[in-house]
Nanobody
């Protein structure tokens, strides 16, 4: 089992920055990939960025150059640094983990609102 707890969401003005953190616990050694997804009202959940256990990162085109995903192995966290935020980035952001045997786990989500 893997547990994921998100933190760091909130309200920010357009152009601002936020840092989301996902605390990972449980069977950490079984994890292959940890990522951030988001879901805006009335829209499907979409991948924002993910990072593999080898450190390979992947980003949605809409966030490339603005968001950075990173892992802290000592603290067992995966962070998403978001800058240049736009109103269209408003969504609930979910942490996601996939294990080497393709089990999938989700956090409960954290709200990010970009508004003036």
């Amino acid at each position: 089992q893997v547990q994921l707890v998100e933190s760091g969401g909130g309200l920010v003005q357009p152009g601002g920055s936020l840092r989301l953190s996902c605390a990972v616990s449980g069977s950490i050694s079984t994890i292959n990939t940890v990522g951030w997804y988001r879901q805006a009202p009335g829209k499907q959940r979409e991948l924002v960025a993910d990072i593999t256990s080898a450190g390979t990162t992947n980003y949605a085109d809409s966030v490339k150059g603005r968001f950075t995903i990173s892992g802290d192995n000592a603290k067992h966290t995966v962070n998403l640094q978001m800058s240049g935020l736009k109103p269209e980035d408003t969504a609930v952001y979910y942490c996601h983990a996939r294990t080497v045997v393709s089990n999938v786990y989700w956090g409960r989500g954290t709200q990010v609102t970009v508004s003036s």
